[in-house]
């Protein structure tokens, strides 16, 4: 690097990740280059009404276009890569990840029609690439998708690492346990780990995560024990999971269906790639598993979170195309509910059982695991990496918050430990760590087609109408001002009309009598006229009914 | 009894709090007469738009209101007062309850101004009441509030217990103990408990719930370490709770002051009914918290739902009249989120770390304890009363379900269980239980001041209304069906019109070159106008943006 003497401080900024679960992306920023590590979704809270996704404010990278130099990608999750196909329709640089992680990100590109533009390099984790003048380690981590990596990126100052999501598996299923010493090594180098960012997830938890291995000693009871068929709901991405049962049908001589789109993919994808091993002989067409024993059947299917239109879900409301659930099932839902979808899961459960199913779910031990680190797996990356400064990243304020408390425990001092927001120019030096201005960011709602176009006045206006629904009063005046029908009431999601046509019938009188009023004074302004009708219904549906619809008084002229 | 002879079975009617959480209610029939048991509220999902309140259809006892002879009610909670004010409207029966739970209920009729038309009876646990032909027992069991009764009604087959919610506390707060000892007796009569209705809300956890003296050592705990100001939010219904926090300030020497409607409203009934022992020179006022040093307050708030206008969640808003959280505050949350409310108390818990308070919440153990059974104590409930019957209540068909399963466990025949959904009749005799037909049930929203008057259509509309919002298409024709004036495009919650101005010339364009058409063809009624102008919009707008607002034709003939 011919600069590298130049180069006293680095930054990062996030723009997505922190604060918040869920779109993860952050820049970092040495002398004139810019590194782009992962751009993920968020999928939007009860609040967003309507809303699809949520991507990251782009705008800071987008104006500084020319100087990114590439992005680098931690892991294939949605929350790692899926705002990617809405970055890559406005820049085009090389986008460097593992097999799997680039693998996954294809068919999304394909989907979006972006495929042929986009360079994607596959690395391996324990290389390193180089992306302008950025050194980039691809350390190999666990997590509940396979080929996870934190990141080392070099810089003059020392390496920043990205720990990204992560947790330390000793018994992994492929075998691969966490680069430890790659940790260590970079632990111990001079002059040492410039900056550990690192996952707040699960810093709420004690001790360590369970691993992945419990989890097939808990399929294998349930497979051992069961002699009807077997469903198995879980994350299309856990391809360790998804193999466990493989595994379990092999030994139980159980063939295999697969179900739901995402499933159907990920699968696909991850037996192209090399990453799930099933002898073709094993696998059945799910149109098929009506002609075979249900003691010689598993299907994994998609749906462990309650989405409406996923395949368990259809099988628990009884509208899937192939699959009727049916006394002696049994279902094994091998996930937690990510905070939000409890209901959800709680209402497929339900349903389930009505069917007969025998369900097996969270709160039997050994069902699902966490990918993600506990406080013990979190003070060994700090003690591992030793780093001279700290971001907890992956959290909202209270995990961040944690997350530096335990940073403390373990020697970080406060001052080198830094909780970031969203946006923040977090500027590092041989001295100090300290926020360097910001730049924009925020949440970009999708909408359908619609990118950012549903703001907070929509959002309002949606809280509103779902809430106490609409009045839409219509009056047409000739151009005198005088009124020559109307006024008429029609509403939506305020009363069932047929049992309130004595509330609108007085409301529609009180809403002529304030016209008749204005009419009497000469009054014509429209503003003024459609300000009366909106005062005199609000207050006299408020005093009725305790309720405040939107209303909407339209005047047209003829 | 006269008739006790002539009556060879009974019936139970569950009308709220089976396949579903909440709204408990419970009607049972004897010869003639009718005893209602409990009357509870729930509160509504997401799902029910702009809902306040659900309460349950109580169609089947209006109907029979000439042979309800009373209501019961076990405990004070809303999900089984909450509903009352609404049945009271319209039956008018004397009512039996514990001194707190009537108090709990006073304040409620207060508000409804009923209170003076109601015949409210106290009962102290242990003893037995008569209730038209029914003798019931209020027996002593431990929950979440204090003066929680399970009953035992007694009928010529045997008597039917309703152990309502409940836990077996061993080392209770107020030193009352659940009445073992009545239950055993039950169980040991000839000819035995007829039937057991019993709480599922906590059937999914192993072993025994904690006591909730495990808090009041929590609470110690915290209190020694803490040098500042304490902070406590709890529901205002656990009075014991309450009570271990004013043991520990009066034992660290400090204050208590209150804040938050129903804390406030509850201390004061706990209090003056004998359920709260506070010497009067511990208690504050909020507005003297500022005089005095911090290391001698403790304020008890509500808010520990994150409730949006609670006390605590206005603190964390930084938006209470008279507390401002400050660097060194500790605020102890004494909860679980009730399912639903996970979002609320993390961001109230984000915000309280922002403002730099150290905040203990639900994931240090013993902050909060639950008050109901676990499975260890079911099983007990079940052992003790050796019911012929079993009827699993207060839970999702899920609950109801392993609850059955637990039954089962412990020698209850299967075909003695029965799952009921609500509107069954459940008839027992002694020889089966079986189901006799089913009552109207189901769900009463209440909107405001209206009850009832939100239906599925509403709802229907209301989510339309919330996902993409709507757009108004307003014409004015003559009496030839000629267009005059329009179309017209308003739209509320569909897009941010000042960046869409285009789409919406589009859309307004081929709304006029629809109806043109129209025109043309001679086609001048109203339904096909409407049709035509909402077919031409929606292909539009969905190809363009893939979104399904409402769509809402006016014509006006001038």
């Known amino acids: 690097m011919s600069n590298e003497k130049k180069i006293s401080e680095v930054k990062m900024i996030p723009l997505g990740g922190v604060g918040e679960i869920g779109k993860n992306m952050m820049v970092l920023e040495m002398g004139d280059e810019l590194l782009i590590i992962d751009t993920g979704v968020k999928f939007p809270e009860n609040d967003l009404l309507g809303i699809d996704l949520v991507i990251p404010d782009f705008d800071y990278v987008i104006k500084n276009r020319d100087r990114v130099k590439g992005i680098v990608l931690t892991h294939g999750h949605e929350d790692h890569i899926g ?60 997590h509940s998708i396979a080929d996870a990596c934190a990141l ?6 020392g390496p920043i690492i990205y720990a990204s999501d992560f947790k330390f598996d000793q018994t992994p299923i492929d075998g691969e346990v966490a680069d430890f010493h790659k940790l260590a090594e970079l632990g111990d180098s001079e002059p040492g780990v410039l900056a550990l960012f690192s996952d707040s997830t699960n810093v709420e938890r004690e001790g360590f995560t369970l691993s992945e291995k419990v989890v097939g000693e808990t399929v294998d009871d349930i497979f051992r024990g069961t002699k009807d068929r077997i469903i198995v709901a879980t994350f299309a991405s856990n391809i360790h999971r998804v193999q466990q049962v493989v595994d379990a049908a092999f030994k139980y001589n159980r063939k295999v269906a697969f179900t739901g789109r995402s499933m159907l993919n990920n699968v696909d994808i991850a037996r192209r790639l090399g990453y799930l091993q099933i002898p073709q002989d094993m696998i059945i067409d799910i149109r098929d598993c009506g002609s075979m024993p249900d003691n010689q059947i598993v299907l994994l299917t998609t749906g462990s979170q309650g989405e409406p239109y996923a395949a368990l879900t259809r099988m628990a409301r009884g509208d899937h195309y192939h699959i009727n659930i049916k006394d002696g099932d049994t279902v094994m839902i091998s996930a937690s509910a990510i905070p939000g ?90 001295e100090k760590v300290v926020k360097a201005g910001s730049v924009q960011s925020g949440n970009v709602l999708i909408d359908g087609l619609g990118i950012g176009d549903v703001g907070n006045i929509v959002l309002r206006d949606r809280k509103m109408l779902s809430e106490d629904g609409i009045i839409i009063v219509v009056v047409t005046i000739d151009k005198h001002g005088k009124i020559i029908t109307g006024p008429d009431i029609i509403t939506r999601g305020f009363v069932y009309i047929r049992e309130s046509e004595e509330l609108i019938e007085a409301a529609t009188s009180r809403v002529e009598s304030a ?18 009708i909106r005062k005199s219904l609000n207050d006299y549906i408020y005093k009725k009914i305790k309720r405040n619809p939107m209303i909407l008084p339209i005047i047209m002229e003829v």
Chains 1, 2 share one sequence.
């Open 83 to 142: 705002g990617l196909p809405y970055l890559l329709k406005e820049l085009n640089v090389p986008i460097f990840g593992t097999k799997l992680t680039l693998g996954l990100l294809e068919g999304k590109l394909k989907e979006h029609r972006l495929l042929k533009d986009c360079r994607l390099k596959v690395v391996h984790s324990g290389n390193s690439i180089n992306v302008g003048s950025f050194v980039v380690d691809f350390i190999r981590v666990n």
């Open 515 to 532: 016209l008749k009023e204005c009419e009497n004074n000469n009054i014509t302004e429209w503003s003024v006229l459609k300000n009366t």
């Open 152 to 157: 080392a990126i070099h810089t003059p100052l």
């Open 341 to 430: 979808n409890e209901k959800f899961v709680g209402q497929t459960i339900n349903k389930l059982y009505k069917r007969g199913a025998n369900v097996i779910y969270e709160d039997v031990s050994g069902v699902h695991v966490s990918g993600h680190a506990s406080q013990e797996e979190l003070k060994l990356m700090l003690n591992l990496t030793k780093p001279r400064y700290f971001v907890p990243t992956h959290g909202e304020y209270r995990h961040l918050y944690r997350h530096a408390d335990l940073a403390k425990k373990v020697g970080i001092p406060k001052e080198n430990i830094y909780i970031a927001d969203i946006g923040d120019i977090i500027k590092f030096s041989q």
